[in-house]
């Protein structure tokens, strides 16, 4: 089983700075094969990128996806109020599908 | 647009089954789609369950595999789970979502439904 390990736990910001989340994989990760997901309380996670670094429909450019093998980068390049949330990664490169344990971004 | 929708008991007692449909509208369960839950333990992850296709052909997380039993029904374009032997751990928010054949990531989630396992 593939393990993702996400950092930091937390990310505490303000609006308009710019948040990096990372996600490492315990084995390497074809690029197409990783995604990202914004999750509100209360509410179903939503697919914010897929293959790495392609935004899903609807999904504004402030937030950007980066990285290959076993690392990889979630950017939102200046968060706006609506933006803080928990952001988790996934991957299907093998079986079973994971997901990473989470970042949340909260306002400092 | 496609939407699910679960449905079951919201409680179940411990040792007993946990049984979950999820009602597709806007798709057909019988399209080139893998047909999936994802639970969520309270403060807690995302953990995957597992998945099918309407042919049958199932992919299961190790962890569940011996207690998990999922199906598709055609006529009433759903699919269902269950779990049984169940546990305080498996207490969570259950999502039945959907992914593409041949695509690595999940495009479509249900709005979810809590089970409580409790005497």
């Known amino acids: 089983e593939i393990v993702l390990t996400q950092s930091p736990g937390t990310l505490s910001l303000s609006p308009g700075e710019r948040a990096t989340l990372s996600c490492r994989a315990s084995q390497s990760i074809r690029s197409g094969f990783l995604a990202w997901y914004q999750q509100k309380p209360g509410q179903a996670p939503r697919l914010l990128i897929y293959?790495?670094?392609s935004r899903a429909t609807g999904i504004p450019d402030r937030f950007s996806g980066s990285g290959s093998g076993t690392d990889f980068i979630l950017t939102i390049s200046r968060l706006e109020t609506e933006d803080f949330a928990f952001y988790y990664c996934q991957q299907y490169n093998s079986s079973p599908l994971t997901f990473g344990g989470g970042t949340k971004v909260d306002i400092k | 647009q496609v939407q699910l929708q679960e449905s079951g008991p919201g409680l179940v007692k411990p040792s007993g089954t946990l049984s979950l449909t999820c009602a597709v509208s806007g798709d057909s369960i019988s399209s080139n789609n893998w047909w999936s839950w994802v639970r969520q333990s309270p403060g807690k992850g995302l953990e995957w369950i597992g998945e099918i296709y309407y042919s049958g052909s199932t992919g299961y997380n190790p962890s569940l595999k011996s207690r998990l039993t999922t199906s598709v029904d055609k006529s009433k374009n759903q699919f269902s789970l269950k779990l049984n032997s169940v546990t305080a751990a498996d207490t969570a928010v259950y999502y039945c979502?959907?992914?593409?054949?041949?695509?690595?990531?999940?495009?479509?989630w249900g709005k979810g439904t809590t089970v409580t396992v409790s005497s």
């Open positions: 293959g790495a670094s």
């Open positions: 979502t959907r992914r593409r054949d041949g695509i690595p990531y999940i495009d479509v």
